[in-house]
């Protein structure tokens, strides 16, 4: 089990910018997918991005591309999320996610993640 805990979430302005964090614990951090969800009441979590260990794959969502940023820092067990220009359409509570079973296929289902972190608010506002 991999231990999540996520910071960096806050009132933003729309066209702002905040980074997201999300520290792993309980595991060899290197060695499986990581990935960063969101959810609004009354809707499905949705997927936002995800980064393997290997190879350097990344997947975004097509709302988010060209926007955010997934990237992650292996010798600090960490895994980041900068988001630039947000928008209003944004704001949710973002949660990271590990999938302990892959390091490389880059899965964008949340029944996919075995771990998640408590999650973070995110508001942008007009």
């Known amino acids: 089990q991999v231990q999540l805990v996520e910071s960096g979430g806050g009132l933003v302005q729309a066209g702002g910018s905040l980074r997201l964090s999300c520290a792993a614990s309980?595991?060899?951090?290197?060695?499986?997918?990581m990935g960063w969800f969101r959810q609004v009441p009354g809707k499905e979590r949705e997927f936002v991005a995800a980064?393997?260990?290997?190879?350097?794959?990344?997947r975004y969502a097509d709302s988010v591309k060209g926007r955010f940023t997934i990237s992650r820092d292996n010798a600090k067990n960490t895994v980041y999320l900068q988001m630039n220009s947000l928008k209003p359409e944004d704001t949710a509570v973002y949660y990271c996610?590990?999938?302990?079973?892959?390091?490389?296929?880059?899965?964008?289902?949340?029944?996919?993640?075995?771990?998640w972190g408590q999650g973070t608010q995110v508001t942008v506002s007009l």
């Open positions: 309980g595991r060899t951090f290197s060695n499986y997918v």
């Open positions: 980064i393997s260990w290997s190879f350097g794959i990344t």
């Open positions: 996610a590990a999938d302990i079973h892959n390091y490389k296929v880059v899965f964008t289902t949340s029944g996919q993640y075995d771990d």
